[in-house]
């Protein structure tokens, strides 16, 4: 049972460079999110899905984008990378729209230069 | 917008040593979540708490649910190694169509053989 899965695991762009970060779920969760970690910050929530079809933003979306066209995968698109999208990006996914606890995947490490 | 306050920010401790964390907020939730990261991995859920006055095991580790739903505390009895990493409360509203998770900025545990 592979859980949350995460790809790739780390990333170097060079500013102005799009990419997207891959994530896949394999637990039939209706709820899928991103963070971003940086030091000192903890956990910051940038987009999440309560279902196939069903976007919306969280803490931090500006510079990201989002989709999810199936329960299965939940895609997240940076447009044009900047330095202050260096971060270690992490996918979460829960039963039920958010009220249950989280499962994450292993992170995407990105440095943007 | 609501915040988590976590503390201590670090921790070095000798093995053998118990271990207190905890969780504050000046907003009330629902449920208290206490999640694992080591290193190079995606936080893992340790002890969910779903009431007010919970308190709940997972082997050495122990939680509890402030009764004024403001705070929560996380112990670790007999520190041994495998300890380490970094501790992150959540805090979680069952405020509209989905859930609404905080997470505090962590504690980070290192163990002294």
């Known amino acids: 049972n592979a859980g949350v899965t995460q790809t790739p695991k780390f990333q170097v762009l060079k500013t102005g460079q799009s990419m997207t970060l891959q994530c896949a779920q394999d637990m039939n969760h209706e709820y899928m999110s991103w963070y971003r970690q940086d030091p000192g910050m903890g956990l910051r929530l940038i987009h999440y899905?309560?279902?196939?079809?069903?976007?919306d933003q969280g803490e931090v979306p500006n510079g990201y984008n989002v989709s999810r066209s199936t329960t299965e995968d939940f895609p997240l698109r940076l447009l044009s990378a900047a330095p202050s999208q260096t971060s270690v990006y992490f996918c979460?996914?829960?039963?039920?729209?958010?009220?249950?606890?989280?499962?994450f995947g292993n992170g995407t490490r990105l440095t943007v230069t | 917008g609501q915040q988590l306050n976590q503390s201590p920010q670090s921790m070095f401790i000798q093995e053998g040593e118990d271990v207190s964390m905890n969780c504050t907020s000046s907003?009330?939730?629902?449920?208290w979540l206490w999640y694992k990261q080591e290193p190079g991995e995606g936080p893992v859920l340790l002890i969910a708490l779903y009431k007010a006055g919970e308190l709940t095991s997972n082997g050495r580790l122990t939680a509890q649910f402030g009764i004024t739903r403001k705070d929560s505390f996380l112990n670790i009895s007999a520190s041994i190694p495998s300890d380490v990493g970094i501790y992150f409360c959540a805090g979680l509203n069952y405020g509209g169509s989905q859930g609404n998770l905080i997470f505090g900025k962590g504690t980070k545990l290192s163990v002294k053989p």
């Open positions: 907003s009330i939730f629902n449920t």
């Open positions: 979460a996914s829960s039963r039920d729209r958010g009220f249950s606890p989280l499962h």
């Open positions: 899905s309560v279902g196939a079809g069903i976007t």
